[in-house]
């Protein structure tokens, strides 16, 4: 039956279904007789009750399967033609009412870095000194349906347009949640976060060292548990394809310090063997009413193009702090996230690892101060590792907008032990409906 | 097709046995603030057992989305929110971290206390966040007059007998008893505060409204002008006017807003500065609506005085 057959009949059973409903609902009144909807004597017991729903479900649903027959009831089921009469701006199908909520956000970037600029690694996006649009970000969000909520992120840099992030989510489904579409990974903390809610100007160094600028998205599945435990614990199972667009730097043939590698054409993995695999685990466990403590732990699996095997792993830990009755004016809180990076079989390369760690303290109602470490090549030779360190000022009018100031000092050891410095300044606003904050 | 169907039904009978709660089991409702908490937990009786998600000290418009508020929402079969946005910046995200659908908006399982009362303050004209983050939807704040308290009581007791029909006749006797609580109390309320009719006053943020319509107090006007933003000197200096040529004395203060700036409008305006506990629970015994509204009458009385000097500044 086609689409337009399954809506008649639909129609059909709704209001064959409807009416004589209705009719039982509204008997006529009986004078001083007993209320129609008295209970017979002996009320059933509610297994009985229950046991006579599902009867009645069972022989509803039977009846629905004998309605699917070929032309049953359709023409009968025919709307009267509705046109000429009160037609609407909706009766043309251009209402508001329903539309997606959208909301914008935008990064200006305005700073100086005393990086040569040869030595500035594109891969990684580093500060460069100038004025920038750092990100526009447009993002759509709308219930679809009873059973579906859908989230678009389109970010525009000044060479492109594309989606950062666009999937469904379930909402019918006890416990869980299943994503579908174009989905960041579920990598620890910072990788799941869009550019405007970055503790920090830049992503950790060796997050955008190893993960690239953009961190993991793919299109793939996600299923996101929440474990009935008495404390949160979450896990999320994910299975994604990084073939869609630049594919992910932990798995193609790049290697980090040659960005300029071709990528060869010959690797195309399209095997089952070929996709990337995610497990996170996040718990997050109450220590006081205003302290909370979050540990999580990432496995990330997949064939690389060198045919070998890329692990990564990573840990997270958070603890927050909100006094509960003067949550506005101070608040605090301390991440430590740890990377580790094996790809199997790249020729001449060792497994990577790196880690960084932020303070985050809210001392006014608008006004913060953040300091973060970071460090990429750990355990490797001490010659190879690369330390930046950031302090941040941060102004926050209030809730949609923000004026942050970050100095940032990196030391290469290979590099002759020179310094980079940087200070940069940057403008965050969003547009469009109140947001509610991901914890 | 006899087969199809006899095996729809043990499949109907199978899923209604697992699903389906136990007759005798209590239902769970959450509630966003202990307000509704108690109302539910009068309505409800033993018949429910009731958790709460903001504290009674707690500002309800900036909570954060804990996660472990999913794990307590995972498990209720009502959730009561205010609504009109009071809890726009972390339900939402609660709701769908719960990953419960019984609780999901449009669900019967989801009720809004708000949509009980009329609500005031709607802004007209052009909405934009120039005026703050304003409430586009109206004054949240509705649980300060008594009589909003009833007509969300009677939301609340019919969604538990909607979802709970065996026990609909405990909830109406309940939701009987608790008319009666409030309406005892409100005579003794309006007749103590009778006298300050036409009193003007000024709060800190838009949060008593309501209780100021209910009994005839005259708000002024606000120290934070835009919510959610710190009110700037020109502002304030403009209140201070306002209130010494209103002869407002009193500044009502939400006592989880830092009390730093109330207390210096005051001192200018020649005002006194009520830090005041808005929800129950939010000071100490205010362990009920009678008991938190006995409070702020006692603590509003006592600051304006004897009413004739009230009255001689009409």
Redesign the interface.
């Given at each position: 039956m086609d689409w337009t057959g399954r809506a008649r009949l639909a129609a059909f059973l709704i209001l064959g279904g409807a009416t004589p409903a209705l009719a039982q609902d509204a008997p006529p009144p009986v004078e001083g007789g007993a209320p129609p909807d008295e209970a017979p004597p002996g009320e059933p017991s509610p297994s009985e009750a229950e046991a006579t729903r599902a009867r009645e479900e069972a022989d509803m649903a039977a009846a629905l399967q004998q309605a699917e027959g070929p032309a049953a009831g359709v023409e009968t089921a025919r709307a009267p033609a509705s046109e000429g009469t009160g037609a609407t701006a909706s009766s043309r199908g251009l209402s508001n009412l329903l539309n997606p909520a959208i909301s914008g956000n935008g990064l200006l970037l305005a700073g100086y870095s005393s990086r040569d600029e040869e030595d500035a690694v594109e891969e990684r996006a580093d500060l460069e000194t100038g004025l920038s649009i750092q990100e526009l970000e447009v993002a759509l969000s709308a219930i679809i349906d009873p059973f579906l909520r859908a989230d678009m992120v389109l970010t525009a840099s000044a060479e492109e347009i594309g989606f950062e992030e666009a999937y469904v989510t379930t909402l019918e489904i006890p416990h869980l949640a299943v994503r579908g579409g174009l989905i960041k990974a579920a990598v620890g903390r910072h990788n799941i976060l869009h550019s405007h809610a970055f503790p920090f100007l830049t992503g950790p160094l060796p997050w955008r060292a190893l993960l690239g600028p953009e961190g993991l998205a793919a299109p793939g599945v996600s299923v996101d548990l929440l474990i009935p435990l008495p404390w949160y614990t979450e896990l999320n199972l994910q299975v994604l394809d990084d073939h869609f667009g630049e594919p992910w730097a932990i798995l193609a043939n790049q290697t980090p310090d040659d960005p300029d590698t071709e990528i060869d054409e010959s690797l195309d993995r399209r095997a089952l063997e070929d996709l990337a695999y995610v497990a996170h685990l996040k718990t997050l466990f109450d220590l006081s009413a205003s302290t909370t403590l979050e540990v999580g732990a990432t496995v990330v699996g997949g064939r690389n193009a060198f045919d070998g095997w890329t692990s990564l792993v990573a840990g997270d830990m958070t603890v927050k702090w909100r006094p509960v009755a003067a949550a506005r004016y101070t608040s605090f809180d301390w991440q430590t996230e740890v990377l580790w990076l094996d790809r199997g079989h790249a020729p001449g390369e060792d497994p990577i690892g790196g880690a960084h760690t932020h303070l985050r303290y809210q001392f006014a109602q608008q006004w913060w101060v953040q300091g973060r470490g970071a460090v990429l090549g750990i355990p490797g030779s001490k010659d190879e590792r690369v330390w930046r360190g950031e302090a941040l000022a941060a102004f926050v009018p209030d809730e949609f907008s923000a004026l942050r100031l970050q100095y940032g000092l990196e030391r290469a050891q290979a590099e002759g032990a020179s310094f980079v410095h940087d200070v940069f300044l940057q403008v965050i606003f969003s547009m469009g409906p109140h947001p509610a904050h991901a914890y | 097709?006899m087969l199809?169907?006899s095996s729809?039904?043990v499949?109907?009978?199978v899923?209604?046995?697992l699903c389906?709660s136990?007759?005798w089991a209590e239902l769970r409702v959450v509630t966003t603030t202990t307000d509704l908490g108690w109302i539910a937990h009068v309505v409800g009786g033993d018949r429910i057992h009731v958790d709460t998600i903001c504290?009674g000290?707690?500002?309800p418009h900036?909570?954060?989305?804990?996660?472990?508020y999913?794990?307590t929402l995972?498990r209720a079969d009502l959730l009561v929110a205010v609504g009109l946005?009071l809890e726009?910046?972390?339900?939402?995200?609660l709701i769908?971290?719960?990953?419960?659908?019984a609780i999901?908006p449009?669900r019967p399982g989801y009720l809004e206390a708000a949509t009980a009362i009329q609500p005031i303050d709607v802004p007209v004209g052009g909405v934009d966040?120039s005026r703050?983050?304003i409430h586009p939807f109206g004054n949240p704040h509705f649980w300060l007059d008594p009589l909003n308290v009833k007509l969300a009581a009677r939301a609340i007791a019919d969604r538990l007998a909607q979802l709970d029909p065996?026990d609909a006749p405990v909830f109406r006797a309940n939701l009987a008893t608790l008319n009666g609580r409030i309406d005892r109390r409100m005579q003794r309320w309006q007749a103590t505060l009778a006298p300050y009719r036409g009193t003007k006053i000024a709060s800190y943020h838009a949060t008593f409204n309501y209780f100021a319509r209910r009994f005839g107090l005259q708000q002024v006007g606000y120290l934070e002008d835009r919510p959610?933003?710190?009110p700037s000197p020109g502002h304030l200096v403009d209140l201070v006017r306002q209130m010494r040529a209103a002869h407002a004395r009193v500044i009502l203060h939400e006592?989880?807003?830092?009390p730093a700036t109330s207390r210096v409008v005051a001192e200018r305006a020649d005002a006194q500065v009520l830090l005041l506990p808005v929800s129950i629970g939010g000071a100490p015994a205010t362990s009920s609506y009678e008991r938190l509204l006995d409070l702020i009458v006692g603590q509003v009385v006592a600051a304006l005085g004897p009413a004739q000097t009230a009255a001689a500044h009409p």
């Open positions: - | 097709m199809h169907r729809l039904f499949f109907a009978l899923a209604s046995t389906a136990p007759a504290a000290n707690q500002d900036f909570l954060q989305a804990r996660p472990s999913m794990v995972s946005e726009v910046g972390w339900l939402p995200a769908q971290g719960a990953r419960r659908p999901n449009g966040r703050g983050d065996a959610g933003i710190p006592n989880f807003y830092d």
